[in-house]
Each structure stands twice: as C-alpha cells, then as structure tokens.
C-alpha cells in the first residue's frame, strides 16, 4: 500500500533552520511528483511547492522562494524539504504528498498525504 | 495568483441535513479542482476530484459540481462523522492555491 512516512517533530530558533524528510513506499517513486503543504496551528493549508523526483526539478510557491528548498534521493525513495531563515510564524505542520505529473493536458489532485510534521520555532 | 474562496467559513446543521459549501475561483479553473476533508488532528483526506469525480472508497453522501469559477460541495445527508474542514484546492497550475476552509459541524 502506498505510504509517505516523515520524519519526527522539530523544536528550533528564530533563524535556523529545519529539514523535514518524506520516505515513500508502496509505488514507484519517480512515476510521482511530490508536493508540500504546511498548516499552522488552527490554520488552512497552504501550498509550498513540489519536485519532480524524476529529473529533480522544483516549483516554489512565490511567498517561500529563496528561504526553501526540496530535494529528492531516488536510491532512498526519499524528499526532502528545508526551510531556512525560520520565524515563529513557520511554526506548523508539514505535509508531503503524492501527485501524478500532469499528461497530455491532464493534471491530477493530491492523493495520499504523509502524516505530517510538526515544526515549532521558538527561542 | 488566482485566489479561491470559500463560503461559508463555518456552518452548523443537523443530523440528516443538506449541506452545501461554496468554492469561487478568481479566473476560470475548468474542472480542475478538488475538495478535501481534514478531521480534527487528522490528515487531509481526497473526497472530490475533476470537479465531480468522487475518489475511490468515499461515501456517496459526497457530490461535487461545477466548472470554470464556480463550484459546490455538497452533503446530501449530514451524519456525525462528516464533521470536520473541508477545503477546496484548484490544481490545474502552480500554485495550488486552497480556499481558506469551512468547518462543518453539528447543531
């Protein structure tokens, strides 16, 4: 079965910054692009951006440019997204999830999710 | 950007209930949007996709309708198990903007 597992919950400074990990099982790896979403505490979802762990290419969404940046390990089935510069309001939960490249036109939703993340930023 | 916007964002009904939330895209989207429901300290779970295509192993309760910039989700009898966020999420193009959710719960 398909499965996103992520790594354990963060505790960081003001200005530091955290890697959250994101091991895929149960398909093949390279066949999907993986997306991240954050939310903050009592907060929606909020699109950061994806990479295509097939040729490594990324998006980011405009607001995290500069301070993100997610990478793949295709020998480990694994991404990975770190975020530099942290400030209190990145406090959160990160989300990795699975979606299918678009094709011939066709684009395709989210659908299955890692179980999340927790970053706290705090001094 | 093109923004997505959620109406209401908060309702209360009653068991068996006809629940109907509201998403608005800022340009057209075509049938590129879905609908997700996130339990509390849960995961976000895929309900609707391409508008009105109901993802694999949801309850038939669930029904999407729309294109362009329009679009509803609806609950056709609300059971006390739908309460939860549901957010919309346009994904045609980056970014992958979600609407800003609107929490279902019992009255």
């Known amino acids: 079965q398909v499965q996103l597992v992520q790594s354990g919950a963060e505790v960081t400074q003001p200005g530091a910054s955290v890697k959250v990990s994101c091991k895929a099982s149960?398909?093949?790896?390279?066949?999907?692009?993986i997306h991240w979403v954050r939310q903050a505490p009592g907060q929606g979802l909020e699109w950061m951006g994806w990479i295509n762990p097939k040729s490594g290419d990324t998006l980011y969404a405009q607001k995290f440019q500069g301070r993100v940046t997610m990478t793949s390990d295709t020998s480990f089935n694994s991404a990975y997204m770190e975020l530099n510069g942290l400030r209190s309001d990145d406090t959160a939960m990160y989300y990795c999830s699975r979606v299918r490249g678009c094709s011939n036109g066709v684009c395709f939703p989210t659908d299955y999710w890692g179980q999340g993340t927790l970053v706290t930023v705090s001094s | 950007d093109i923004q997505m916007t959620q109406s209401p964002s908060s309702l209360s009904a009653s068991v068996g209930d006809r629940v109907t939330i509201t998403c608005r895209a800022g340009q057209g989207i075509s049938n590129y949007l879905a609908w997700y429901q996130q339990k509390p300290g849960k995961v976000p779970k895929l309900l609707i996709y391409?508008?009105?295509t109901l993802q694999s192993g949801v309850s038939s309760r669930f029904s999407g309708s729309g294109s362009g910039t329009d679009f509803t989700l609806t609950i056709s009898s609300l059971q006390p198990e739908d309460v939860a966020t549901y957010y919309c999420?346009?994904?045609?193009?980056?970014?992958?903007?979600f609407g800003q959710g609107t929490r279902v719960e019992i009255k």
């Open positions: 391409a508008a009105s």
């Open positions: 999420q346009k994904y045609k193009s980056a970014p992958r903007t």
């Open positions: 149960g398909y093949t790896f390279t066949d999907y692009f």
